[in-house]
């Protein structure tokens, strides 16, 4: 299913230079009940922080016809995590609280601009009641006695699963169990295309401890090359999901090829909405395969599914 762009150069090029392991540092988790019950939602729905941040802004504009105070509340993966950590966050918006439930459920259901107006309601509903959750655990000032309970132990673990949800970590479980510095090198490059230097140098210097076969990136296409590799390993495994978050965070950081990928597997799953909003991602980033494929796929009907949901 995959497809390469004529030309695309997918080589090997993994050089650059050694990078010093750091200390793994250990934190207790999220500090006080209303932290908790943020951490515990976006941990039950195995969604990483990034993609719930980047559908909030939709979301929020989506069911704002519903109920007008969401709009202009979208949220960012920075603001997600220091909700779930406490961490210079006194308190939560109400309304980003609705917006973070919301965008948890439309994840689930990516068709829910076709939702009849009744279980649009019945969706605020059950986001306004989350939201009153959240507001009335404000009112419990100490630390959380189910913080035990929270499946990770140290800020590091803490990140990755913002990242990378029940995929993250799988990673460090397969770390725990002798990888052979093949998921350290994951981790390394999704932290990286996140932009979060100090975890990826970590595990950059895990991985590269484990086996020198593994040394860090040195530039940006290296970086791109490695997704996309790892992006292969999973569509032959049938994992897609996992595929596309190495494809999309690529394209999140100015890989064409990448969110030409994202629009190819979208539009073979029949999304043509999605498709069509990668390929002209793809179009943006100087992709010429992805401005024709999006012109034809508007032509053919894309451009009406849009507008009509």
């Not at 390394?188 to 950059?204: C, K, S, T, V």
């Not at 593994?214 to 992006?231: G, I, V």
């Amino acid at each position: 299913m995959w497809q390469d762009a004529p030309g695309s150069p997918f080589a090997s090029c993994m050089s650059g230079v050694s990078v010093a392991m750091l200390e793994f540092s250990l934190d207790a988790g999220p500090p006080f009940e209303w932290n908790r019950r943020i951490d515990k939602e976006v941990i039950s729905s195995g969604q990483a922080a990034t993609r719930i941040a980047a559908v909030s802004a939709e979301v929020a504009r989506y069911f704002s016809e519903y109920h007008p105070g969401l709009q202009g509340h979208s949220f960012t993966s920075s603001y997600l995590s220091r909700a779930r950590s406490g961490k210079d966050l006194d308190k939560p918006r109400f309304e980003k609280m609705m917006v973070l439930k919301l965008s948890l459920m439309c994840l689930r259901d990516p068709l829910y601009r076709n939702w009849p107006h009744e279980k649009c309601c019945e969706a605020v509903e059950t986001s306004i009641k989350f939201a009153d959750s959240v507001k009335e655990a404000l009112m419990i000032r100490r630390p959380s006695s189910g913080a035990a309970d929270i499946s990770f132990v140290s800020a590091r673990h803490n990140r990755t699963v913002e990242l990378a949800g029940a995929y993250g970590e799988e990673l460090i479980r397969q770390v725990g169990e002798n990888s052979h510095g093949l998921a350290e090198a994951k981790l390394a490059l999704l932290h990286e295309l996140d932009g979060n230097n100090d975890d990826a140098r970590y595990w950059a210097g895990r991985a590269f401890a484990v086996d020198e076969t593994y040394r860090p990136s040195s530039t940006r296409e290296e970086l791109f090359l490695r997704a996309h590799q790892y992006a292969r390993e999973y569509v032959r495994s049938n994992k897609p999901d996992i595929a596309l978050l190495y494809l999309e965070s690529a394209a999140s950081v100015g890989d064409g090829e990448a969110a030409f990928q994202c629009a190819i597997m979208s539009d073979s799953q029949g999304h043509q909405q999605e498709a069509l909003r990668w390929y002209n991602r793809a179009a943006e980033l100087g992709h010429r395969d992805g401005r024709l494929r999006a012109e034809r796929l508007s032509l053919s009907g894309g451009e009406a599914e849009a507008s009509d949901q």
